[in-house]
């Protein structure tokens, strides 16, 4: 887990992990075409890493929906 304060999640992911990384993922916050949330608590584009934000008390109530993603995903009912 890394804070890493109120700058884009992607170039921080840059920072950390390097430009393959980061440019694989999708932009972070803002609406996508369909009015979710834009890859927080879902798949950021990169293959096993995974965007969490947001105060604490959303990150307790959407980390539920992320592991069950993450296990669907692990278990095979979701595609890679």
Partial sequence: ???TGYENMRESARA???DVVAD???PVWGLDDEGELRTIWRRSG???FWFVGGNLNQS???SQFLAL???AIE???IPR
């Fill in 60 to 62: 307790r109530h959407y």
């Fill in 24 to 26: 694989r993922c999708t």
């Fill in 75 to 77: 278990e095979g009912l």
């Fill in 46 to 48: 990169h293959p096993g």
């Fill in 69 to 71: 993603q993450i296990k």
């Fill in 1 to 3: 887990m890394l804070a």
């Fill in 16 to 18: 950390l992990l390097g």
